[in-house]
């Protein structure tokens, strides 16, 4: 069964403006863990942010930040102040008792 | 330090032959990954191995694959009479092997495997 959904297939955003990345997951487990990787053209998976689902606020690393909203079973990625070199695939990833990537989402900052 | 590592970058084989490759983790990383990623997917789980033993296998497709951590550090990942269909880049993470959800993976560059 599908247990993480990335709806965007592709997002353009313009450099210096926010832009929002969803993500919706499924799990009956009370405990899971959240991760937002971002993957350049060069293929290295890169780690950008982790939500727990018992925390009680959402994460905040730098200009990356995930809108947890447990209810709606939903981590969206929030990324400020875009960057050319945030142009990317974006995958959002759930970890209950394995780790399941969703489809992923192409971001390309236009200058 | 360094990050985690993979050998070959690319590997071209033919249809039937056998292939290994090769993941060098995270310096002090007791859990290892594999995934296997096709164009246009999200990578999708393969084994974990927490130290020498694979704790969870239940993502090898079928028993031409295997993988083995002899020495709880290097991992090669085999694959037997290699098909088409096992295109991909095959992507390994590590992670430090702590309890709990937040034990952060972290991924190499990934070998691209083409069976011709």
């Known amino acids: 069964a599908q247990k993480i959904t990335q709806t965007q297939p592709g997002m353009f955003v313009q450099e210096k403006e926010a832009v929002t990345l969803d993500c919706t997951y499924d799990?009956?487990?009370?405990?899971?863990?959240l991760f937002w990787y971002k993957q350049p053209s060069s293929g290295e998976m890169i780690f950008l942010i982790y939500?727990?689902?018992?925390?009680?606020q959402n994460a905040t690393e730098g200009r990356y930040s995930l809108n947890f909203q447990k209810a709606r079973k939903s981590a969206n990625l929030v990324i400020s102040a875009s960057q050319l070199g945030d142009s990317a695939m974006y995958f959002c990833?759930?970890?209950?008792?394995?780790?399941?990537f969703g489809a992923g989402t192409r971001l390309t900052v236009k200058p | 330090g360094a990050g985690v590592s993979q050998t070959p970058s690319n590997k071209v084989t033919e249809k039937g032959k056998y292939v290994e490759l090769r993941c060098d983790p995270i310096?002090?990383?007791?859990?290892l990954y594999w995934y296997r990623q096709s164009l246009g997917q999200g990578p999708e789980f393969l084994i974990y191995?927490?130290?020498?033993?694979?704790?969870?296998d239940s993502g090898l497709p079928n028993d031409r694959f295997f993988a083995v951590r002899p020495e709880g550090s290097v991992s090669t990942l085999k694959i037997q009479r290699t098909e088409r269909g096992d295109s991909a880049v095959y992507l390994c993470?590590?992670?430090?092997?702590?309890?709990?959800?937040?034990?952060?993976?972290?991924f190499g560059p990934g070998t691209r495997l083409t069976v011709l």
């Open positions: 993470a590590s992670s430090l092997g702590v309890s709990g959800m937040g034990d952060t993976q972290y």
């Open positions: 799990t009956s487990d009370p405990s899971y863990g």
């Open positions: 939500q727990g689902s018992y925390d009680q």
């Open positions: 990833a759930m970890r209950d008792h394995d780790m399941r």
């Open positions: 310096s002090g990383h007791t859990a």
């Open positions: 191995f927490q130290g020498t033993g694979a704790a969870d």
